[in-house]
Every structure is written in C-alpha cells, then in structure tokens.
C-alpha cells in the first residue's frame, strides 16, 4: 500500500449503529486530518492530529469521535449520526509544518 | 463565514481552450494559496501552490495568478484537455497549513 488508504470506501449506517472508519498513511508523515465533504459546499476541516495529539476540533458534534492511536493511523468513531451527516468522509496527512496534504480516496458515508 | 469564494460553480471548455477559476480571499493573514484537483473516486491531491511574494506560478500547462490587492488568486489551464476534467478546489491558509480553507470547488469539463 502507498499514499494514504482509507477503509471502508463506502458505508451506509442507520442512526442508532454505532461504526468507525479508518485511516493509514505510508508516507511517514506524522500529522494527520479529517475532512467532511458535501456537495457544493467547501471541504470541512474536523480535526487535527500532530505526533498523535489532536491539536485541532473544529465545533464538530461529540457524534464524531476522533482517535489516533500513532502517527500511521487514524479513526473516525461514528455515533448515533444524522442523515445530514451523509457525505465523503476525507482523510489527510502532512509532514508537520510543511505546505502539502496528502488526501486518501474518501469514505462515502450513508445515514438512513 | 465563507473566507474563500471560488467561482465559477461549473465551466465547460472546448479542448484546447483556457480554462479560468478564480477565488476570492477575506483573511489578509493567509500567506499559502494551493490549489487541488479532485477526480471522481479520488480524493483531491496539491496541483500547484503560491505564496504571495509572488504574482504568478507556471508548471507546465497550469499557471496561477495572484493579485495581492484585490485578495484574489485564479488558475489557468492552458490547451485544456479532457483529462483535465475534474474538480478545482482553491484554498487558504496562514502560518502552518493545518488549517487550510478550501473554496467550494468548480467542476471542469473539457470537450473532446
């Protein structure tokens, strides 16, 4: 595996399941980011890891539970969502401070 | 608060022809312009980065503009190609890239 994978690549979820979705970098890198993606609308940043603190939570709902466990992986634990929850679900990573993110596929996530 | 305006929503270029995006700033502290390209399935990778000590940036076919001013920055593609048909966002960030604010993405379509 090279770059930034993402697993599972599509989910679809009602809103009393309780799931995660995961993140792995290969590139070394040790910060990490989520990212929630809707259509039209400007990709969200929702949290930062660097060296596995989070450092950054950007007013996202307590639904959405981050974890980072070391600087390769990362998950998003996922709790009695809503349906205008549903969206592309982006994990990033970056060497700490420089300029480039590293983007993996995206989870397409549903909520019935 | 929307801090990055991208326009336009959808563009549609002849192959061949230029293509144009262009994104509006507010925050006069951001000093990292990045544009992604995104593709269908993928998630979006770094096409091409300015910082505003400078006006303008080429690599390749792939130029951006920066008028420091009028807080304003655009891409060009030159000879479009339908390979180039994809989604554009720009973005924005200050000190470590971190935080960047992204523009709500245009959608190019090249014709063959």
């Known amino acids: 595996e090279t770059g930034v994978t993402q697993t599972p690549r599509h989910l679809v979820m009602g809103m009393t399941n309780k799931k995660s979705l995961k993140c792995e970098q290969h590139l070394g890198h040790n910060a990490m980011y989520w990212y929630k993606q809707s259509a039209k609308k400007p990709l969200e940043l929702m949290f930062v890891y660097n060296f596995k603190e989070q450092t950054e939570n950007n007013s996202v709902p307590s639904r959405f539970s981050p974890e980072c466990p070391n600087s390769s992986h990362l998950f998003l634990h996922l709790h009695t969502l809503q349906p205008e929850d549903s969206a592309l679900y982006l994990c990033?990573?970056?060497?700490?401070?420089?300029?480039?993110?590293?983007f993996g596929p995206g989870t397409r996530l549903t909520v019935l | 608060q929307q801090q990055v305006k991208q326009s336009p929503q959808s563009l549609i270029v002849q192959k061949g022809g230029i293509s144009i995006i262009n994104c509006a700033y507010e925050n006069t502290a951001f000093d990292y312009f990045p544009w992604y390209q995104q593709f269908p399935g993928k998630g979006p990778a770094l096409l091409i980065a300015?910082?505003?000590?400078?006006s303008e940036k080429k690599e390749g076919r792939f130029t951006i503009s920066f008028n420091k001013s009028a807080k304003q920055f655009s891409l060009h593609i030159m000879d479009s190609q339908p390979g180039d048909s994809a989604t554009y966002f720009c973005a924005a960030s200050k000190g470590s890239a971190r935080q960047l604010t992204f523009g709500s993405g245009t959608q190019l379509t090249v014709l063959p």
């Open positions: 990033a990573s970056s060497q700490d401070k420089a300029d480039t993110q590293y």
């Open positions: 300015i910082r505003p000590d400078v």
